[in-house]
């Protein structure tokens, strides 16, 4: 039931808390054990990283050897362990949270990082003779660590104090995600037509920023007058709208005021440009946003309870299917759970 059913409204029931709450005393201890494994990992993943983008031979190489065991060692565990969820639950279910798929992201990243890292080691001073590190294996590193970040974050969802801003945050962005599209395209559009009228201005003029002023030179005490002009090209890099990706960014950053065409650019088609899209983009669609965005917390929070609650059910599960092994015998339910609830979820139910 609790892998098919889609409807949140059961775990209202008092009686299904009961049971999850019962039922969740075993699975919480061997989900520790997963938490702490994973603190080991990624503790592995990072020390070795940061020996390697150090030149470090602080680190034993013996020791950064034995991290890269472990390591190879808890990544295939966590794999196994996460291939035995997927077929429990099938393709469609499992690739439906996207837990699962930071899940399966994270390590598979930080493996293929970790090969890269490997392929530089030395038995005799570890990562010592590493003379350039590779741009690519950097960027990994960092995606890495950002996603292993990602995974500690989800791991502390069972914990009922933080796992209500987690689902805040999932809630909130899948019920506003239309309006994020609906506000993309219309940033796409703005950005498109910018392309087109800045990508080569050379019929619009620029705006000569002139800056002046005065200094004193500490050792005669003599006054200076100084004078900056600033040197835009509306052909380089220095104009964003050059290219339509560069645009896009561009765009983006007018609902927090940073419009470079105002600044630079003199021409009259350009301010009305920056006018439209200043009422619709910054005036508009962004208080829009804000007041969308209360209106969705206020319905998050009713639910984070119920998605509490499914999570647990959806971890007791997979624990009682696929992890529990009974090296005794198997302790049997009792045949009445006593539950002290509180009157007032009672009465709301």
């Known amino acids: 039931m609790v892998l098919y059913e889609n409807n949140d409204d059961i775990y209202d029931n008092p009686a299904t808390e009961a049971v999850i709450n019962f039922r969740w005393q075993k699975a919480r201890n061997f989900f520790f054990l997963l938490f702490i494994r994973f603190l080991v990992y990624a503790a592995c993943f990072v020390l070795v990283s940061w020996a390697y983008l150090n030149h470090s031979i602080i680190i034993n190489e013996r ?13 295939t565990y966590q794999l196994i362990t996460e291939a035995l969820q997927l077929q429990y639950r099938g393709f469609k279910k499992y690739f439906g949270e996207i837990f699962n798929i930071f899940d399966m992201v994270s390590i598979m990243l930080s493996v293929s990082v970790m090969s890269m890292m490997l392929r530089n080691f030395n038995f005799s001073d ?26 500690l974050i989800f791991f ?54 002139t800056f002046s002023g005065t200094a004193t030179n500490s050792l005669t005490n003599e006054t200076l007058n100084v004078e900056f002009k600033s040197d835009f090209d509306p052909t380089s890099g220095d104009n964003p709208f050059t290219s339509f990706s560069q645009a896009i960014v561009a765009t983006y950053f007018w609902l927090s005021g940073d419009m470079v065409q105002r600044d630079e650019f003199d021409n009259w088609v350009v301010d009305a440009f920056t006018l439209i899209a200043s009422i619709v983009l910054v005036v508009v669609l962004q208080n829009m946003l804000i007041a969308f965005m209360s209106g969705v917390y206020e319905n998050a929070e009713t639910k984070g309870r119920q998605t509490l609650l499914r999570h647990q059910a959806n971890h007791i ?6 992890h529990h092994i009974h090296f005794w015998g198997h302790e049997r339910d009792p045949k009445y759970i006593y539950y002290f609830g509180h009157s007032k979820n009672f009465e709301d139910w």
């Open 317 to 322: 599960a997979d624990y009682e299917a696929l």
């Open 63 to 75: 020791f950064l050897f034995a991290l890269m065991v472990i390591f190879y060692y808890l990544a």
């Open 156 to 209: 502390l969802r069972p914990i009922p104090g933080i796992v209500n801003y987690i689902y805040y945050v999932i809630i909130i962005f899948k019920t506003i995600f239309p309006f994020f599209l609906f506000m993309l395209i219309v940033m796409i559009a703005f950005a498109h037509t910018m392309f087109v009228l800045l990508r080569n201005p050379v019929q619009i003029k620029t705006k000569d920023s």
């Open 126 to 151: 570890g990562f010592g003779s590493v003379e350039e590190i590779d741009m690519r294996t950097t960027v990994g590193i960092s995606f890495s660590i950002f996603l292993l970040w990602i995974e």
